[in-house]
């Protein structure tokens, strides 16, 4: 099942620094903590929330199958299925928008411009005196 809200913080971190978040894990991991590292570990986090999501919600369709008796301890197991989507849904959704709100605070910096080299003095001095 495909986790929407990750696939696009990926792909929103991936074209804000302009690489595979492969190579974002593997810069981030050997820099000290910055906001790239950040970014990934809610992204990790959210990702994280989703499979949860995805895992709790088959198991929930597993205990309420047609063919299934509901007892007390299905409907213990489904309240706790039920219980631990609304949980991850919460931590999905609050992630989710920290790292949007702070990505949409970052911009692409434009390629640096070329910078005419300076006449060092002696050279400026020379010029000078020939005119």
Do not use: W
Not at 9 to 26: D, F, I, K, N, P
Not at 74 to 99: K, V
Request: glycine residues 4%.
């Amino acid at each position: 099942m495909p986790h929407p809200v990750t696939d696009q913080l990926a792909e929103r971190l991936e074209s804000l620094y302009g690489r595979s978040r492969a190579e974002l894990a593997a810069i981030s991991s050997t820099e000290r903590p910055n906001m790239l590292a950040t970014l990934l570990d809610a992204l990790a986090g959210i990702e994280l929330a989703e499979k949860n999501i995805e895992f709790q919600r088959e198991r929930l369709l597993q205990l309420a199958a047609p063919d299934r008796d509901i007892g007390p301890a299905t409907a213990g197991h489904l309240l706790d299925c039920s219980r631990r989507i609304a949980e991850s849904a919460a931590t999905r959704d609050t992630q989710a928008r920290f790292a949007t709100a702070v990505m949409q605070s970052l911009h692409r910096a434009p390629a640096p411009a070329a910078t005419p080299v300076a006449q060092t003095p002696a050279l400026a001095a020379a010029t000078a005196r020939t005119r």
